[in-house]
């Protein structure tokens, strides 16, 4: 299996039927109907963000990948802020 960020990243046999892949755990995937893609719109205003933590996560400055920012925005605390929207 590889990664599919985007649409137009599946297989042609994949975009003909339709189909598209679902990570359901490491290793593990399933390949289900329909589009499986959305469009996220480009933020109208940013806003900023200051760390509830009194110290720097080093860690979070090791790596490139996805899983990286989304353990920093937990540890941080951004991840809250959705939650009460």
Same mark, same amino acid.
């Given at each position: 299996? @590889?990664?599919?960020?985007?649409?137009?990243? #599946?297989?042609?046999? /994949?975009?003909?039927?339709?189909? /598209?892949?679902?990570?359901? #755990? *490491?290793?593990? @995937?399933?390949? +289900? %109907?329909?589009?499986?893609?959305?469009? =996220?719109?480009?933020?109208?205003?940013?806003?900023? @963000? %200051?760390?509830? &933590?009194? /110290?720097?996560?080093?860690?979070?400055?090791?790596? *490139?990948?996805?899983? #990286? @920012? &989304?353990?920093?925005?937990?540890? =941080?605390?951004? +991840?809250?802020?959705?939650?009460?929207?």
């Amino acid at each position: 299996m @590889y990664e599919q960020d985007a649409q137009e990243e #599946r297989p042609k046999a /994949f975009q003909d039927s339709s189909l /598209f892949i679902l990570p359901i #755990r *490491n290793g593990e @995937y399933a390949i +289900l %109907r329909g589009e499986g893609y959305i469009d =996220v719109p480009s933020p109208s205003e940013l806003q900023g @963000y %200051r760390s509830k &933590l009194d /110290f720097e996560l080093e860690m979070s400055r090791i790596g *490139n990948s996805k899983i #990286r @920012y &989304l353990d920093y925005a937990y540890a =941080v605390s951004i +991840l809250s802020i959705l939650r009460d929207l």
